[in-house]
């Protein structure tokens, strides 16, 4: 991971890196909100400028170019946004429309904008007439700003003038990624040197892009919206928020976002509804094959002090109702791995969960424009349209059919592929057409039945972007910020392993060695931050990928197992026979640490995240009121007592911290 050179953006961290507390986190509402103290204030025409109050200072948008400044409280003048880099034409006069709202259009591109103050925050609303497009918030601009956070995975906070991203294998510079199904969660936001910062929210992410540029070495972002009326996209929203600087107070805004709009889920009242959801607490993750899914292969498990589990299985044969009693008696969760996602020919389908009955193939593919079928996983078949299935369902109950029979063995989770990710569809297919929103929707609603419907089942998706939050409890993959390059290392076979041999696929249990750009770009720890966890911890449990077991990576075990213990999220594996004989006392021995700490926390909110040494790698988090406190040294140096390599959690009322070193173990 890197050595990082002297920059605006190290300096800066230098100086407040010791006593970066969140002070943004003022409250914790009912709901695990962090919360901000907003202020209202009136909407002021002056000529081209609108000026609206928000918590912090006074925002100030120029219609004529949609560029947006900000006047703090103690006197500094902030670019928030660059001049639009779409030309806009003439805007016409402003209205005020009533308390701290204006109104105001630009007839040449057919657009009208609301700006209002929306809990303290600014809001801009672009309403579209046609089909154009807007390249726009133009971010970054500021010469105060040291930091980028972006939400891949769990998140990344990038100072600007690093040349690893900006021109080199970072490979932000001149790259682009979808909003929608790119990004975790729908935002970014910038430090602008000493305890200032900005959050930009896009709750309209459908159609939304962000680019990234290096003018002068100096990381920017642009965003992009494309209006379109057949996908539904004719709004573009995006709200602005001054924050205290602190790498994941766009997380914390985001969260106070969704709370105030009964958007935020609770693990708390996911456990009310369905008790099972409790053995996700203290649990760690693990797909099963062989002996391991076998109730031998349970009570191996639970011998070696193992008290939580999820057991996931994918592929013939299932474990049967024997295993399912044991693991249930054990305290675990067990359940199959499905998608709704993809068809194939059911004489030649390679896998069970492509087969389905009657014509649901080829009459149910997503359709492009031209009436050809989306092919679907790897070159398999056609992904199967969400808007088919929901016109079919009260009818042929092709959904509640393959999950009941799923289950048949007793299993009490399910873990539905894709349909929590980004990867949406606009369908064209006569009787099932769809935009990309109808599809977000068709999912959620079938997500809920599943979670919601009978005793209903412990559910988890992939990567689970923000909007299905309150629908899931669980997810693999958002924790991951997966770079370009490991989906180029997978499609190596030789590397990476293949899916033989079937009792042990090479694909999950060959270990591999990332090359040192690819594991700088996912793993170094003074690049990570917990945006998905400020965002959502304590409305679902986020892991990361399901390809990413904790063995798979030798390289990264140490910091994948500090970064858990302190985002207070579980590891997962793969385990079959010969892996619990050699890992199984590594991983009882990590998850028996774990567990006390995701079962008091894990449906806590994380109300703080500071970074406490120059070089960034002695980390902090708390939960709650202080419910846990954890402190981890990514470096090779002792700080404060803790040696490098090893976690201290502390538990409200513990008279001493727990130590983990994760390296003692192996």
């Known amino acids: 991971m890197p050595t990082k050179t002297s920059s605006p953006g190290h300096a800066r961290r230098r100086s407040e890196t010791r006593f970066l507390a969140l002070s943004i986190a003022l409250a914790v509402t009912a709901a695990g909100a962090t919360t901000y103290a907003f202020t209202a204030g009136a909407e002021q ?229 369905n008790p ?79 087969r389905w009955p009657g014509t649901v193939y080829p009459d149910f593919c997503v359709r492009d424009a031209h009436g050809k079928p989306e092919t679907g996983f790897g070159g398999r078949g056609c992904y199967l349209s969400s808007a088919a299935f929901e016109k079919a369902e009260p009818r042929h109950h092709y959904l509640a059919e393959r999950t009941r029979d799923m289950v048949a063995n007793g299993a009490d989770s399910y873990f539905l592929d894709v349909d929590a990710t980004g990867e949406l569809f606009r369908d064209h297919g006569k009787g099932h057409r769809m935009t990309k929103a109808d599809d977000r929707e068709n999912r959620l609603a079938r997500m809920r039945r599943i979670a919601e419907t009978g005793k209903g089942l412990v559910l988890g998706s992939e990567t689970a972007q923000a909007w299905a939050n309150q629908v899931l409890a669980f997810d693999h993959g958002g924790g991951t910020p997966a770079a370009d390059g490991l989906w180029a290392l997978q499609k190596d076979r030789e590397k990476w392993g293949g899916y033989y041999p079937e009792n042990a696929p090479g694909v999950f249990f060959k270990p591999v060695h990332l090359s040192a750009d690819l594991a ?83 449906t806590e909110p994380l109300t703080s995240y500071r970074r406490l040494n120059a070089d960034d790698t002695v980390q902090r988090t708390v939960f709650g009121r202080g419910t846990l406190t954890v402190t981890a040294n990514f470096g090779t140096k002792a700080y404060e007592g803790l040696p490098g390599g090893c976690v201290d959690a502390r538990l409200k009322g513990d008279d001493e911290p727990r130590r983990l070193c994760p390296a003692e173990l192996g």
């Open 45 to 273: 025409p002056h000529g081209n400028q609108v000026e609206l109050a928000v918590h912090g200072g006074t925002a100030v948008v120029d219609t004529a170019t949609l560029a947006v400044r900000a006047r703090t409280g103690d006197g500094r003048d902030l670019t928030l946004s660059g001049a639009s880099g779409t030309d806009l034409g003439a805007p016409g006069p402003v209205t005020r429309t009533g308390q701290g709202q204006a109104r105001w259009s630009y007839p040449e591109r057919g657009i009208d904008v609301t700006a209002r103050t929306d809990h303290g925050r600014l809001s801009l609303r672009l309403k579209a007439g046609r089909d154009t497009s807007v390249s726009w918030p133009v971010t970054g601009t500021d010469a105060a700003s040291s930091s980028l956070q972006l939400p891949r995975g769990e998140g990344l906070d990038i100072p600007v003038k690093d040349a690893f991203w900006t021109t080199g294998k970072g490979g932000l510079g001149d790259s682009e990624v979808d909003v929608s199904e790119g990004l975790t969660l729908p935002l970014w936001g910038y430090s602008l040197g000493k305890k200032t910062g900005v959050s930009y929210l896009t709750p309209t992410d459908i159609g939304t892009t962000l680019g990234f540029t290096a003018p002068g070495g100096r990381l920017r972002t642009t965003a992009k919206h494309t209006f379109d009326g057949g996908d539904g996209t004719r709004d573009y929203t995006v709200t602005f928020a001054l924050t205290d600087g602190n790498a994941v107070a766009p997380a914390a805004d985001y969260r106070s976002y969704l709370a105030e709009r009964g958007r935020l889920g609770s693990l708390k009242r996911k456990i009310e509804k």
């Open 276 to 354: 099972a959801t409790a053995k996700l607490l203290g649990a760690f993750h693990a797909y099963t094959w062989g002996e391991a899914r076998t109730a031998r292969g349970v009570e191996r498990l639970r011998k070696l002090g193992v008290d939580r589990m999820w057991l996931g299985y994918d592929g013939e044969p299932y474990p049967d109702e024997a295993a399912v009693r044991a693991a249930k008696k054990a305290g675990y969760l067990t359940g199959p791995y499905d998608s709704f996602a993809n068809g194939q020919d059911p004489k030649s389908a390679d896998a069970p969960n492509s």
């Open 520 to 602: 700088k770009a996912m793993y170094d720890p003074r690049y990570r931050v917990p945006l998905y966890e400020t965002a959502l911890h304590g409305s679902l449990v986020n892991t990361e990928r399901w390809e990413l077991s904790y063995e798979k990576l030798p390289d990264q075990k140490t910091d994948r197992a500090l970064l858990a213990m302190l985002y207070n999220t579980p590891l997962n594996y793969v385990l079959d026979g010969p892996s619990l004989k050699k890992h199984g006392a590594e991983l009882a021995a990590l998850q028996k640490y774990f567990s006390p700490l995701h079962e008091a926390a894990g």
